[in-house]
């Protein structure tokens, strides 16, 4: 009975320690989020039918510490629908209330090049293109930072078949 006693203790003492470390985290961890916005998005050269870009993000960091990141992924979706993926290895550190771009090779796979021509081809009427972008910052103690940035593209009005 003392054995079950004791070994009840140790578990709730060890419970109470990663309980006090977890909030000590969240305090220490809990700042603004990181505002991410397309900077830019530059043709690359594919394969086949597949479409590929570099898209640069712009990431802007408004709190007091740095953070460090050793990679990124995005998804891009387009009207709705998944568009693109992208995965980056570059390393690098978002300054203390700074900002840096980051590039990121997206490829957009064949069919879904087909699936979204109609879908710009019916937003092309509109000029207007809801995106909805999302990531993730890899490295730290937590894994990484993820964030989301969403708007409207607005589309060329002349030539539609070029995208």
């Known amino acids: 009975m003392k054995a079950s006693r004791a070994s009840l203790i140790v578990r709730l003492f060890f419970l109470l320690v990663a309980l006090t470390s977890l909030g000590g985290c969240a305090g220490m961890f809990g700042h603004d989020p990181l505002r991410v916005s397309v900077a830019g998005i530059e043709p690359l050269a594919g394969q086949g039918m597949e479409m590929r870009f570099n898209l640069k993000l712009r990431v802007q960091n408004p709190n007091e510490a740095p953070i460090d990141f050793s990679g990124v992924s995005v998804e891009l979706d387009l009207n709705g629908k998944q568009f693109a993926t992208g995965v980056s290895d570059q390393i690098g550190t978002v300054p203390r209330f700074g900002e840096t771009v980051i590039g990121v090779p997206l490829t957009v796979p064949a ?53």
């Open 111 to 163: 069919f879904t090049v087909v699936r979204q021509a109609f879908a710009f081809a019916d937003s092309a009427q509109s000029g207007q293109l809801p995106y909805v972008l999302r990531g993730r910052l890899a490295g730290g103690i937590t894994g990484g930072t993820r964030f989301i940035d969403q708007g409207t593209l607005s589309l060329p009005m002349g030539d539609v078949g070029g995208l």
